[in-house]
């Protein structure tokens, strides 16, 4: 038994056989704890059951956990592929008991397995306990009988675990093997305990006390026990190896790895990283990460592009990283098969950056080298290191992987002095104005009365005048109101906030949006219309009925379209966005290519058959893990709480939500899909109408046909008069559609100058609008910069084959900022050329899959202009 899928299988069966709930490995993204970007380790599924906020049906569990490592305050990946343990992915095995069994079993259960489950000598392992933890020491050394010279006490640096500043901790006492005195290294607690030659295998965690915010141990009224074990750690021990890349699920990609690199030396540390990184990026794939330029998405794009680059210096320069996903569901598939179901889509994902990737990384290695090149001593300034994060793509640790193999230092600390100044200048650009929200600071929480009804009574408990707090607010002036009770709904969720009335005997006060502020503060914002509103007045509030079921409705067809989405195209869609308005709804999501007009139809028909079905829409409150385990969906990056509202429609969906809905599908009449197109690599957005807003488009396309088909008819007059009427019915159609798409102009840039975003100080918008000819390409320009009022825009779109581009910068920019510089280097993805004035420029193209890749490039471009600029 050395193979690692079989010590998988030993360990999870082993403590099945006593009592134990074999638990399934959760998601690498934590659906319980916002403070960690990944799963690092086997208790984290069980955190909230260790703090008593959630109860399971079981007290003692085992499971085999997927971990990544590779971000936030537990980052190994720098040292993967130089070491012979680190990981950015790897599993863990655990045993855990929840106020059960303590101490004695726990070092039983560890005992047993390693020396008689698994046949390891004891004279080859070595344990250790907190130093001052008595009752462990004499249940190893009395009861165990483990040999005391195999025996030592550490500190509280090594052996004593907590999980924060406060809460849960208790001393641990861990397990070492003993690879033999060929290897250099003392044992534990000793001053060459640094070596290699005692490998801790297994922790055993002895959740024991409570801390106080002043530092006091208080006994816990259930101790609890954590363990782990790397299962990786455990094969290498199992197969005689001292390196984890040697055991079997790693020689197997590795070898895979050089076939694919032409790589012919297996020792290679690129090697071990290529291998090491396709399991991480391909399970973070699964479990719905996908490269991004923030927070987990970035570290994905920094796991997947140093693993490019290893390739890459192997002598590899075309896509090979994708290659590696099926070699990998062999070996891992039957233990996890959501890897293998989602093969095609993990390859899919992985080729695009790899493609994305290439441009970047040859132009970033030259400049490398150009850099290294002029250095006049070993160290490689923070600035240059900054350069090429900010202007080529390039993470630091991927910098100083290059720099390491060329002997040079990095000067990480100017680096992160260059950081700290470009977030500085982006927080400075981004200060709220007077009359934000943000000035507000009240206790407690607005009671939301909304599900049930659209009318309530409340008090106003604070009044806010351009951001400051308020008595009054007179006629005619602007202001924010919060109640202590409402009806009305607050922006949530892609929900828009309801509209309405808030009535006093004296005072009349319009909503316009209604916002959260805070925990659970309801904030309506709008005008006074007539007498005063004063702090403490008792209010009527009336939310606009009919507005809030046309949104209702669109929000409903929402979560529909979502699980058509999913059963047409498969289950790696997951949402990435929305928009519900009573007008429309406007849904992204994950998909590497264009939906094609069949899926489409395909979807809308779905929709419409579950809208006939009339299902009633069923909402519960429940735990978030029993919602789990009932099979409803959370949204993807979405914190909620202990408590979360289950809405059911039919078999068909079931998601947590928090908005409003239709009492039954049918309610929403008819769903029809208006546009389906990318917004960015990997994300899709659908854009459809419901109700009465699908009627009235309907309508307007039948109108439209109609007209057309005026020009078809036949006619009773001389040709020259019809030739002649036709020409001019087709100059009024002509007319007619230019009006149309200049209105449509209008409401894209509505739309689309929500999507602006903060460069180094500077707003930008990069957006794709088919469908659009170059005349209302340039009004919809206009109609952003107006909107945006400084900043810098590029816009692109596609017909019969063909791209056009136009860039835009506002007056007050043009003297750092030309967009004849931007256009031109946007038009070279598309395989075009342009150029223009600093304030408009527009180019052509005739590659539409460079789309994304042309709108992709203007943070980097305007990173590099402002860092060119700087002083």
């Not at 950015?88 to 095995?93: C, D, P, S, Y």
């Not at 949204?635 to 059911?648: M, T």
């Amino acid at each position: 038994m050395k193979r690692s899928a079989e010590l998988r299988s030993a360990f999870l069966d082993y403590f099945a056989e006593r009592g134990h709930a074999v638990v399934e490995s959760s998601p690498l993204v934590p659906g319980n704890d916002p403070t960690l970007l990944f799963t690092n380790a086997g208790m984290v599924q069980f955190k909230d059951v260790f703090l008593g906020r959630d109860k399971r049906p079981y007290t003692r569990a085992a499971s085999s956990q997927r971990c990544v490592r590779a971000g936030g305050k537990h980052n190994d990946l720098e040292n993967v592929g130089y070491t012979a343990r680190h990981h950015t992915f790897f599993e863990m095995l655990g045993n855990f008991s929840f106020g059960d069994y303590f101490k004695r079993e726990a070092i039983r259960f560890a005992w047993e397995f390693l020396t008689d489950a698994l046949g390891l000598p004891a004279e080859r392992l070595w344990v250790t306990v907190y130093t001052d933890d008595d009752e462990a020491a004499r249940i190893w050394l009395d009861e165990v009988r483990v040999d005391p010279a195999r025996f030592s006490r550490c500190g509280e640096h090594d052996n004593f675990w907590s999980m924060g500043e406060t809460g849960p901790c208790g001393p641990c006492s861990e397990i070492f093997y003993d690879h033999g005195p060929e290897v250099p290294g003392g044992p534990p607690g000793s001053p060459d305990a640094d070596g290699d030659r005692y490998v801790e295998i297994w922790n055993l965690v002895f959740m024991q006390y409570d801390r106080d915010a002043a530092g006091r141990l208080k006994p816990l009224p259930r101790p609890s026990v954590d363990t782990g074990m790397g299962l990786e750690r455990l094969a290498a021990v199992m197969q005689g190896v001292h390196s984890n890349y040697d055991i079997d699920l790693f020689r197997a990609l590795i070898r895979v790895a050089a076939e694919v690199t032409g790589c012919a030396d297996l020792t290679s540390k690129s090697l071990r990283v290529i291998a090491d990184h396709i399991r991480s990026a391909a399970f973070l794939v699964v479990d719905g990460v996908t490269p991004g330029n923030e927070g987990r998405g970035y570290v994905q794009r920094r796991i997947i592009r140093r693993a490019i680059r290893h390739g890459y210096q192997l002598g590899c320069t075309e896509p090979f990283f994708h290659k590696l996903v099926a070699p990998l569901v062999a070996e891992m598939g039957e233990a996890y098969p959501a890897l293998a179901k989602k093969q095609a889509h993990v390859e899919q994902v992985l080729r695009a950056e790899e493609e994305r990737f290439a441009d970047t990384l040859e132009q970033g290695l030259k400049i490398f080298e150009d850099v290294v090149a002029g250095l006049g001593d070993a160290v490689l300034p923070g600035e240059a290191v900054f350069r090429l994060y900010d202007t080529y793509g390039f993470p630091a640790d991927l910098t100083a992987d290059l720099a390491r193999e060329r002997g040079l230092g990095v000067d990480l600390t100017g680096f992160e002095q260059h950081m700290a100044a470009q977030k500085e200048r982006a927080r400075a650009a981004s200060q709220f104005g007077a009359g934000s929200t943000q000035a507000i600071a009240l206790e407690g929480v607005t009671d939301f009365t909304g599900y049930d009804d659209i009318v309530d009574e409340g008090t106003v408990i604070a009044l806010y005048r351009d951001g400051e707090e308020c008595d009054r607010l007179g006629a005619g002036e602007l202001g924010l109101v919060v109640l202590d009770v409402t009806p009305f709904y607050a922006e949530s969720g892609g929900q828009v906030g309801d509209r309405g009335q808030l009535l006093s005997d004296a005072a009349r006060f319009d909503v316009e949006d209604t916002q959260k502020q805070g925990d659970g503060i309801i904030c309506h914002i709008g005008r006074v219309t007539d007498g005063d509103l004063l702090a403490g007045d008792r209010v009527t509030a009336r939310v606009d009925g009919e507005r809030r079921l046309a949104t209702a409705l669109h929000h409903s067809a929402t979560h529909l379209l979502h699980a058509a989405l999913r059963s047409v195209l498969g289950d790696h869609v997951q949402q990435r966005g929305s928009l519900v308005g009573p007008d429309r709804l406007r849904f992204d999501f994950t998909h590497f290519e264009p939906v094609t007009q069949e899926q489409l139809k395909a979807i809308e028909r779905l929709v419409n058959r579950e809208i006939r079905a009339n299902h009633t829409v069923e909402t519960r409150i429940m735990d978030l893990e029993d919602a789990r385990a009932s099979g409803a969906m959370a949204l993807f990056g979405e914190k909620y709480g202990e408590q979360v509202r289950v809405l059911r429609m039919g078999d068909f969906s079931t998601e947590l939500c928090g908005g409003t809905h239709v009492r039954a599908v049918g309610d929403i009449g008819l769903l029809k899909i208006t546009s389906e197109g990318g917004i960015s690599s990997g994300v899709r957005r659908i854009e459809a109408v419901a109700g009465e807003r699908a009627l009235d488009w309907i309508g307007a396309e039948e109108a439209r046909l109609a007209r057309i088909a005026e020009l078809v008819k036949g006619a009773t007059f001389d040709a020259d008069d019809r030739v002649a009427q036709l020409v001019e019915r087709s100059r009024r159609l002509e007319k007619e559609l230019e009006q149309l798409k200049a209105k449509l102009a209008s409401a894209a840039g509505s739309d689309l100058a929500e999507q602006t975003v903060e460069i180094d100080g500077v707003r930008v918008l990069a957006a794709r609008l088919d469908g659009a000819d170059p005349k209302s390409l340039r009004d919809t320009l206009d109609q952003l910069k107006d909107k945006v009022g400084s900043g810098i825009v590029l816009l692109a779109t596609e017909s019969d084959g063909k791209v056009s581009l136009i860039a835009g910068v506002t007056k007050d920019l043009t003297d750092r900022f030309q967009a004849g510089d931007l256009v031109k280097a946007a038009a070279e993805k598309v395989g075009g050329r342009g150029g223009g004035r600093a304030d408009m420029a527009q180019a052509g193209g005739n590659d539409p899959a460079g789309i994304p890749a042309a709108l992709e490039l203007v943070d980097d471009w305007v990173r590099s202009r402002v860092a060119s600029l700087a002083p």
